[in-house]
């Protein structure tokens, strides 16, 4: 049954979306398929641009370059199935004119929009010959009697769908905004506000959503649309900052953890299990961890390292402080192939010692993940290495100190905490210590991992070459084999990477790793020792096929990106990308740095078609940028921060309107702000306080882990 609807002057933030005037019980389905079930979530539906919407014209008047909105009837109209998908149609003015209009990719328009409808459109004029046209321009029906025309004025553009287009949204934040905004409660007093330049929130949304543009010109219409993005950038920014320093009072203020002893002699017996002298960089981080294990509460640190750094020996230390004091420690790696090649580092570190250490990932037997589940709830094994494994409600230690987690983004923050609840004791939690080889730029690590304590891990061990890298069209890959089997020929090795395991999903001339392990072997390194690599083998024929190519029985692996981290083959000099572009640049710095790990000069070929701008100038940074940290700034800017984190964790971006590195300098602001506040009020609890804690807690309580904050 639909909603009943109240009278308009009944209308509340809660009511539901079919309450709106104009809005009814069938387009309240496509508002509610949209995530708009409320006049809240209405008003919250915020626009993500604004479009200046010249005064209506007739078509004659209308000038190239500039945007204008135009009535008049369709004359004609087609799909065009071939090369870009669009919808074409012709649009004729009372007066004879005659625009022309495509919109690419939306042939569904064809249904909706027929000879003999009468249009109102606002876009860009083009020049198209002898013509003019707009493409993909904002439309709307106009009625036959309809006599009124649109006023030059900033339009704002929302989120929309094929059933329900922004003008609709907007009708419908006209409709219900000025009869409820009267109801928004500000979180932030009028002198707090006043400090800082800020609008009232109610003022901001009205300014946003440009309800009352009447009489108001461009230039300051832009200027409101500034204040009110400003206003609530600030809130976005401000809620988060709030939940990241109280989540870190609430870590060292309340929480305990084991003191682990340091010793000069402790020092010496872990630095004798690590084959070579730490670099500057590994020196300072060690210093850093071994200060906070020694604190009785929980230290949080996350340690930066560009990819060839040394973060595992680092995180060995730590580990090793866990077990000198009889306590145990678990390391937690994202894949299992990165699990095997860090217990295999550690176990040959720790030959000869009497560290017992063990791997636990999804594909051991049920009699070892018995044992090894045994041992651990024992305290009979020291140091745990494994996946996602480690996270089930099965596995239990005895006295659990640290944990380390390996390329941490790639874990909710849900995972996170099922092992740091596994101390084995109810009144302590381990040491967590986190770990990248994906350079975080500054402005997400003060956001996102704001409550963790930072370390950067600068430079590289010593004995390892810099790796240099080209970009190629695919026109050049013969070329790039032919270098390729020279350095086998000379005793080198070399990697192939490619988007997916096999071509297919409907994607024309998609290469895989199958096909292109065949016909590399067959062809271009025909008489080369060629074996392929991917996530659907079975463990044990990973292991072999990784030991194979460690111990150089093979020349060339050809793989997915499940090699993108860990991989640790000095003898391998070469990494040919295969449809690099279809790659962000982090991921990309990732690859190239599993060469260049021994004394020989490594090389990185990047094989791909730059089919747009952003793609070309991608592979353009790689080329020419080495250091990961101005990779890391470059592709935030370049593809954003939703893009950057994609499906990696749910709710890791958390920012609607924030825009880096445009918005650091509020950033900043804010990061005072909440760091003063939760000085002054650590739990949000003064009566004051109660809607911005709410507030905070129902947008960031989840993915801090800050419900049971009082």
Known sequence: MSPTRPAASDLALTSPIESVPGVGPKRGEAFRRLGIPSVAHLIDHLPHRHEFEQGEDQIANLVVGQVGTATGRISAARVVPHGRKRFEA?????????????????????????????????????????????????????????????????????????????????????????????????????????????????????????????????????????????????????????GVCMRKARLRNTLKAPELP??????????????????????????????????????????????????????????????????QAAMLAPTEVLAEQHYASLQSMLEGSKVRIELLTGSASSADRASIQARLASGDIDIVVGTHALLTGSVEFDNLAVVVIDEQHRFGVEQRAALRGKSGSEDSMPHTVVMTATPIPRTLAMTVFGDLDTSLLTGRPGGRSPVTTHWVVPSQSDEVYRSMRAR???????????????????????????????????????????????????????????????????????????????????????????????FGLAQLHQLRGRVGRGEKEGVCVLIGEAITDEAAQ?????????????????????????????????????????????????????????????????????????????????????????????
């Open 262 to 327: 340091w010793s000069e002699t402790i020092d010496q017996r872990i630095r004798a299990r690590i084959p070579f002298t730490l670099t500057q960089g590994q020196e300072a981080v060690v210093k850093d961890l071994a200060a906070d294990l020694q604190r009785p509460f929980p230290a949080n640190r996350l340690i930066q390292g560009d990819v060839g750094a040394g973060k595992t020996v680092v995180a060995l230390y730590a580990m090793l402080m866990a077990v000198a004091a009889g306590h």
């Open 90 to 242: 012709v649009l004729m003015d009372d007066m004879g004119g005659r625009l022309d209009l495509t919109w690419f990719g939306a042939t569904y328009l064809a249904r909706k929009i027929t000879p003999g409808a009468r249009l109102r459109v606002n876009g860009k004029l083009q020049r198209r010959g002898p013509l003019i046209q707009m493409v993909n321009p904002g439309w709307e029906f106009a009625e036959d009697d309809e006599t009124e025309s649109a006023e030059s004025r900033l339009r704002p553009v929302y989120p929309a769908s094929e059933d329900l287009p922004s003008k609709q949204i907007e009708k419908a934040v006209r409709a219900a905004l000025p009869r409820v905004v009267h109801l928004l409660e500000d979180h932030l007093s009028e002198p707090f506000r006043r400090e800082r330049s800020l609008p009232s929130l109610a003022d901001a949304y009205r300014m946003l959503h440009r309800v009352d543009d009447a009489g108001v010109d461009k230039r300051e219409a832009e200027a409101e649309v500034r204040e009110a993005r400003r206003r609530l950038t600030y809130d976005e920014l401000l809620l988060l900052q709030l």
């Open 618 to 710: 991608r592979l353009r940074t790689i080329a020419s940028v080495t250091d990961g940290f101005r990779l890391a700034e470059e592709d935030l800017r370049l593809r954003g921060m939703g893009e950057i984190f994609g499906t990696r964790q749910a709710g890791m971006n958390p920012f609607r309107l924030a825009r880096f590195p445009e918005d650091t300098e509020l950033l900043l602001m804010a990061r005072r702000d909440a760091a003063s506040w939760i000085d002054s009020s650590p739990e949000l609890s003064k009566p004051e306080e109660q809607l911005i804690h709410r507030r905070l807690l129902k947008r960031h309580g989840e993915m801090l882990g800050l419900g049971d904050v009082a």
């Open 488 to 582: 086998i020929e000379r005793g080198e090795q070399a990697f192939v990477v490619l988007p997916v395991i096999e071509g297919g999903d409907g994607e024309v001339g998609l290469r895989g790793v199958c096909s292109t392990a065949a016909r590399l072997a067959e062809g271009p390194l025909a008489g080369c020792r060629v074996a392929e690599l991917h996530g659907q083998m079975k463990r044990i024929d990973r292991e072999r096929v990784m030991d194979d190519f460690r111990h150089h029985r093979t020349d060339v692996l050809v793989a997915t990106t499940i090699i993108e981290v860990g991989v640790d083959v000095p003898n391998a000099t070469m990494m040919v990308i295969d449809h690099a572009e279809r």
